[in-house]
């Protein structure tokens, strides 16, 4: 698997019921956290983990999303 399939792979695991809109923030800080991911482990090692650690990851992009809602933030929280 090459990176750019990790990645289309990992957005849609982490795509539950629409949480992330396309140029948004929070999916944007999602495509770094998951290209940082790759980049360090591998493609199929980050995959691996992240299918893993996926119902916490959801946990946090619900939370991020809240973050950006409620307090209009401009930028995420550095806890990835």
């Known amino acids: 698997m090459n990176k750019v399939q990790a990645m289309a792979r990992i957005m849609v ?7 992330l809109k396309p140029g948004s ?3 944007k800080a ?3 956290m998951a290209s940082e991911k ?7 090692a980050a ?3 992240i299918m893993d650690r996926k119902d916490r990851l959801l946990d946090q992009i ?3 999303n809240m973050w ?3 307090a209009g933030r401009q ?3 550095d806890y990835w």
Do not use: A, H
């Open 13 to 19: 695991l982490l795509n539950e019921n629409g949480l």
């Open 25 to 27: 923030k929070v999916y």
């Open 30 to 32: 999602v495509r770094k």
């Open 38 to 44: 790759i980049d360090r482990l591998g493609p199929d």
């Open 47 to 49: 995959l691996l983990q």
């Open 62 to 64: 619900r939370m991020l």
């Open 68 to 70: 950006y809602k409620v």
């Open 75 to 77: 930028s995420p929280p």
